[in-house]
C-alpha cells in the first residue's frame, strides 16, 4: 500500500500537468490549520473564520492561478513552474513572517527567503508539486489542538456558572453611579514592600486615603492571568480554569454575558466598557455593555488586539458627560503597569524587568491620580474600584517560568497578590466587605452593600488562587483562604 502510495506521488510530482490552484490551497490550508491551532482561542468567531479562509486560501488560489494564466498568455510557459515555485514559498513565508511583530529583521529574512527560492527554482522549479503533499503532511500536526479545542466545546458544561442563591434578583436601594477600574498587573500594597519590588508606594496610598478610598492591602487574584481572573469575577464563581474558559470561552463571561451586568441591567443601570486595547473584543464575542469606546469595525483580525490604543481618560469624560447623573456602570481596562515578558526570549532578566515594572507601575500611578481626580470632582457620590485583574510577575525572568512550580512565597504573590482599593458611596460598607479578600466576592460585596441585604454574603466562593501549571502538570491551589502558601492539586 505504501508502495502505491509512493508511486502516485511520484507520478503526480513528476507529471506535466501544472496545479497553481491546488498549490495556492496547500499553502492555505496549512496556514488555516496552523493559525488555528495556536490561536483558537483568539478567531473562534464566524466572521474570522470566513476572513481567514478568504486571506489564508483564497487569495493564493487566485494569486498563483492569475500569474499562471498570465504567463502562459505573454507565451512565457518556460517562467511558468519557477513562478509557482517562488510564489508557494513567498506566501508561505509571509503568511508565518505576518504572525510575529513586523520590524526590520522580518523584512531582511522575508528578502532572503526570495533570494534562495528565487536561486532554487533555476534547477529545482519542475518539482515545485513536491511541496504540495509536503504541506497537507505537516497540515496534520494542526489538526490535534484544533480537534481538541473543539471537543472542550462540544463537551463543556455551563454548571460551574450556577449561583448559589438568587443574588441575581438583588434589588438596590440606591443606585450611585459605579467606576471598575482595573490597571492590568498592578500588584498589591502590601506585596509593593516586599524584598522583591521593595517599592516606596506610600505617595499614591495617601492619594488614595485622601479621596476616601479603603485600601485592602493584602487583596488577591483568583487565577493568574486576565481571561482567567475577569471571567470569575464577573461570574462571581469559581471556574477552576474549565475547559470553556480556558480555551475560547473567558471573553464571552466578560464583556458579553455574566451574573454582573444581568444584575446591574436588572436594576435599571446603563453600562460603558471603556478600554485602552481591542484584547477582550478580538475574537468578536457579542457585547453585553450598552457602550464600548472600540468598534466592531476596528478590531483585527490577525493579532491578539494589544496593538491597539485608545485614549479612554477621554472617552470616560465624554461618557460621564452624556450619561445620566446616577444609574451607570463604568468598566475600564488600563494596560499599565502590565506584567513583564511572557517569553525568556524577550527578557532582559529579572533585576533589569522589575525595574522596568516599577517605571511602568509609577505611570500607572500619574494616570490613576488624574482619572480619580476627575471622577471625584465631577461624580462626588459614586463608588470607585480600583482593582488589578493579577500581578506583575516581578522577581521571574519572564511569566513562563511561574508555570513551574514555585515554593517562594514572595514571587507566588507576585503573580496573585493585586492593588484593589475603593471608594464606597457611603461609610456603611463595613459592614459589608469585612471577608472581601480576593477577586471572586468583590462585586458580591458590592451587590450585597448596594441592596443593605447581609444575606448575600452567605454564599461567598472561596478565596483560594489557582493556577494551572506544566510542571508539575495540573491545576493547583497556591493560596488557601487565610493568605498561607500551599500546594494542592485540584485536577
Wanted: proline share 3%; hydrophobic share 40%.
Amino acid at each position: 500500500m505504501l508502495e502505491k502510495l509512493r508511486n502516485r506521488l511520484l507520478a503526480f510530482i513528476e507529471s506535466d500537468k501544472d496545479t497553481p490552484l491546488l498549490a495556492g490551497f496547500a499553502v492555505g490550508f496549512y496556514m488555516l490549520l496552523f493559525y488555528y491551532s495556536k490561536n483558537f482561542a483568539l478567531a473562534n468567531s464566524w466572521q474570522q473564520l470566513l476572513f481567514f479562509v478568504g486571506y489564508y486560501i483564497i487569495i493564493p488560489c487566485i494569486s498563483l492561478l492569475l500569474g499562471y494564466k498570465f504567463l502562459n498568455l505573454l507565451k512565457l510557459s518556460r517562467s511558468v513552474r519557477p513562478f509557482l515555485f517562488v510564489s508557494s514559498i513567498a506566501f508561505f513565508a509571509f503568511f508565518i513572517l505576518q504572525l510575529n511583530t513586523l520590524n526590520q529583521n522580518n523584512l531582511y529574512f522575508f528578502a532572503g527567503v526570495l533570494a534562495v527560492a528565487l536561486l532554487l527554482s533555476f534547477r529545482f522549479s519542475k518539482y515545485y508539486k513536491a511541496l504540495i503533499p509536503i504541506l497537507f503532511l505537516i497540515s496534520l500536526f494542526n489538526v490535534r489542538p484544533i480537534a481538541g479545542a473543539a471537543y472542550k466545546f462540544a463537551t463543556a458544561s455551563d454548571e460551574w456558572k450556577n449561583l448559589p442563591d438568587d443574588i441575581e434578583k438583588v434589588v438596590f436601594r440606591s443606585k450611585p453611579n459605579i467606576y471598575y477600574i482595573q490597571p492590568d498587573g498592578y500588584t498589591s500594597f502590601t506585596t509593593l514592600k516586599n524584598s522583591i519590588h521593595r517599592f516606596d508606594n506610600s505617595d499614591y496610598e495617601d492619594f488614595l486615603k485622601r479621596q476616601g478610598f479603603t485600601l485592602y492591602d493584602n487583596f488577591r487574584s483568583n487565577y493568574n492571568s486576565t481571561l482567567l481572573s475577569n471571567s470569575a469575577t464577573f461570574a462571581m464563581k469559581h471556574h477552576y480554569i474549565a475547559s470553556d474558559i480556558e480555551f475560547y470561552g473567558a471573553r464571552n463571561v466578560i464583556v458579553n454575558d455574566n451574573p454582573v451586568l444581568r444584575i446591574l441591567r436588572n436594576n435599571g443601570y446603563r453600562s460603558s466598557f471603556i478600554t485602552e486595547k481591542s484584547y477582550l473584543l478580538v475574537n468578536r464575542p457579542g457585547l453585553g455593555y450598552d457602550y464600548c469606546n472600540i468598534r466592531e469595525v476596528e478590531l483585527p483580525y490577525i493579532k491578539d488586539g494589544l496593538d491597539t490604543k485608545k485614549d479612554i481618560f477621554a472617552d470616560l469624560k465624554v461618557q460621564m458627560k452624556d450619561n445620566s447623573t446616577s444609574g451607570n456602570f463604568y468598566f475600564l481596562e488600563k494596560f499599565t503597569p502590565g506584567h513583564i515578558p511572557n517569553f525568556i526570549s524577550d527578557s532582559k532578566g529579572a533585576i533589569n524587568e522589575t525595574r522596568d515594572y516599577l517605571d511602568q507601575l509609577r505611570q500607572a500611578n500619574s494616570w490613576l491620580k488624574k482619572v480619580i481626580e476627575h471622577i471625584t470632582s465631577n461624580d462626588p457620590g459614586a463608588i470607585i474600584i480600583v482593582g488589578a485583574d493579577h500581578g506583575g510577575f516581578a522577581g521571574m525572568n519572564c511569566t513562563d517560568e511561574s508555570l513551574i512550580k514555585i515554593t517562594d512565597r514572595n514571587q507566588i504573590y507576585s503573580i496573585f497578590g493585586v492593588q484593589t482599593a475603593i471608594r464606597w458611596s457611603n461609610t456603611k460598607a463595613k459592614v459589608y466587605d469585612k471577608e472581601m479578600k480576593t477577586s471572586i466576592n468583590l462585586f458580591r460585596t458590592v451587590f450585597s452593600f448596594l441592596s443593605g441585604e447581609e444575606k448575600y454574603l452567605e454564599h461567598m466562593e472561596n478565596d483560594g488562587s489557582y493556577i494551572k501549571l506544566k510542571d508539575p502538570a495540573g491545576v493547583y491551589k497556591y493560596i488557601n483562604d487565610d493568605g498561607s502558601i500551599i500546594f494542592e492539586k485540584i485536577k
